[in-house]
């Protein structure tokens, strides 16, 4: 066995997403089941023969090589089966005039960025979005992206088969959409890197809380973005929000799975070095001028990042930003709740308690659970502990995961 | 010491697994096969292409294999170092094939009498 080749983590997950970028530049979108079956088969060749020999000397090039070859080997196939005349020549073509088809790494880059962009086409939903993106770029699974999703295989085998047609159809070549493009599409990509991560650091999906998976690969497809928008304040910003809430995470839950209070994290175990990057994104986005709401909510996580502890927190300044952005998106309740929430560390709970009462409920996955919890809080450190106990009730009522109900109930034991 | 041979038995069907999935399959043995070797258990292993000959009998009939579609067959095999079956079958009982629900065949291999 070759005992050279420790695989980086998430070596293959990373790598689907480059070797599909590679292919569809060369080959054309069109072909992209083709390209996905022969990326897929890639692996299951590599499982077959690693698993018994180790990773070869220089893994990248492996599957690189193995991955061009099965594909071409589909479309040689598939051209003498039906007379797909032009597969021909370019085979041809890319073998005479091409003396080396694989880019190199830049051009790489480039690659999984227009199919970055292509994924983020407006003209599929949202969703759809969401799911092929992690599923092309992220060689993400169906049964893997079900449980991320929490949906249905089914459903997530249909927005796959929906999306793939869509972009067979919609993508030009993807050698003509150039960094340009990228950077000017760059808004509803950051929109779908922004909800990927969200999806994973959702409190109320699933069991363990935060999936880490979905949050680490919104990082890196917004630092792959970042390349080609050097210059987009609002890329920054998001960066910004990832790395800093990725920072905290280790300090967010413990170990058997309970989630812990901002207040009662141990900010010892909040990523400095994390940190640090985040702030020098937030740098680079405050020259700008740019105040949109991923740049509001980094200012804020900045400002929990910055506080040595909990008492230390600058909750007016919080409170401040949280105004900016309720001006920015007024309908949302989850924003007006915050708002509250720093309002009444800044300057006491009694005087939130009223406006806390008025708040209706929106669709927003969880707010009921939320504005329960909330109130429930706030009450609690106002002395109205008759109130606190209902609250909390109501709150346990609505909980949608069992890490939900244990931080409530440890709340009502402290009553 | 005596040597064994493990046959793995597997469908191989890997369609559902991901990228991520048979990545994490990859590290498990190879960890699994260091320790072997530092533990001094380990020959060699060799995987087995899926496609092959079945030729039987006087006449030579040749087919395809034998292998059946969507049946188990063998993938590759292991050559172990143990001082017993039962230590052979213990060593085989840390295959992370298993994990992946694969079967594993553990067989003394018998050694040249002189």
Known sequence: MDTSGQLAAHFFREHSGRMVASLARVYGMEHLDAILDA??????????????HGPPHHPRAWLSRVARNKLINALKHASRHHHVGDTEALLHDVSTTDPDPWPADEANTDGQLQLLVACCHPALGERDRIIITLHILCGFGIPELANALQMKTEAV????????????????????????????????????LYLVFNEGYKATRNAKGIDF?????????????????????EVDALLVLMFFGVARFPARLVAY????????QNRSLWDQQLIAEGFRYLDQAQHSGYAGNYYLEALIASHHCAAPDFEATDWKAIHHLYQLLENLEPA??????NRLIAKSYAIGPLPVITELETIAVDGTPGIAFLLAATKAHVYQRAGNTTRARAAYEEALSLAQNPLDSQLIRKRMEAI | MKEFLMLIR?????????????QACIEKHYRWVEELTEKGQFKEAQPLEAGGAHIRGKQRIVSDG???????????YYILLAESLEEAIEIAKGNPDLDWDRAVEVREIMPMED
Request: aromatic share 6%; with cysteine; glycine share 4%.
């Open chain 1, 39 to 52: 990326v897929q088969d890639t692996f299951e060749t590599a499982l077959t023969h690693w698993r018994y």
């Open chain 1, 157 to 192: 085998k249909k927005a796959v088969q929906r999306s793939k047609a869509l972009l067979r159809q919609k993508t030009p070549n993807l050698r003509q959409l150039n960094l340009a493009d990228a950077a000017r599409q760059s808004p509803t990509v950051c929109t779908i």
């Open chain 1, 213 to 233: 998976d979905l949050c680490y690969e919104a990082l890196r497809l917004a630092k792959l973005l970042h390349t080609a928008a050097p210059a987009e304040a």
């Open chain 1, 257 to 264: 799975g309970d989630w812990i209070p901002l207040e009662d």
């Open chain 1, 332 to 337: 949302s309740t989850l924003i007006r709740l």
């Open chain 2, 10 to 22: 597997e469908d191989a069907n890997y369609g559902e697994l991901s990228a991520e999935e048979m």
């Open chain 2, 66 to 76: 034998p292998f059946l579609e969507g049946k188990e067959c063998v993938s590759g």
